[in-house]
């Protein structure tokens, strides 16, 4: 089964508007940690936002929100007043803490374009 | 500047040749992974270590091999046994706490074409 699944393959969105991209996550690790990655055209990944499985609060980073409802497995991005240089790839990522590895399951991405 | 540092930015290889792609970190992180990307897709996990000396597999760790001798070093090899090397692979690093945030900052990638 998919660890990760952001359903969304593209997002339109029109500048200065908020927009919300989706994960699910599937995991039995009591303590797991969610992450928000941005992807632009260059290649390089870049961290926006952290979520822990026991924080009380959702994340917030700026502009970036976690919108985490844990009984429903779901750690939804959402992205206030959009910017052109917001359009790029975005990837949810988890880490399960039980394994007592450090590595991250990836989604495989929201393409998310933003209009004029 | 601290960070990730992934060279070439682009390489060519023959089918039938080993590769190796260099990996550099000055973050003073004790993790670094190595991650592949095909077109489309998310990101894979080829091998990880969480400490000089100790690296470990991850999904799609066949045809490819590592080493970590020093701290700010992971190369990855991409053996001529890798049956489809074409990819964007991404190296990264992270402090590697056991728990709670760990995130991890990633290199440029290099793109590997097989002709």
New interface residues.
Partial sequence: AQK?TQTQPGMFVQEKEAVTLDCTYDTSDP?Y?L?W?KQPS??????LI?Q?SYDQQNATEGRYSLNFQKARKSANLVISASQLGDSAMY?C?M?E?QT?????F????TRLTVIP | DGGITQSPKYLFRKEGQNVTLSCEQNLNHD?M?W?RQDP??????IY?S?IVNDF?K?DIAEGYSVSREKKESFPLTVTSAQKNPTA?Y?C?S?I??????????????T?LTVL
């Fill in positions: 990760i303590s940690g992450f990655y260059s290649g390089e990944m870049i961290f952290y822990g990837f990522a880490r803490v007592g590895a450090n590595n991250l990836f989604g495989t991405g | 993790a992974y991650y489309g897709q998310g990101l894979r996990l990880y969480q470990q991850g964007f991404l990264a992270s590697g706490r056991r728990e709670g945030r760990d995130e991890q900052f990633f290199g440029p990638g793109r």
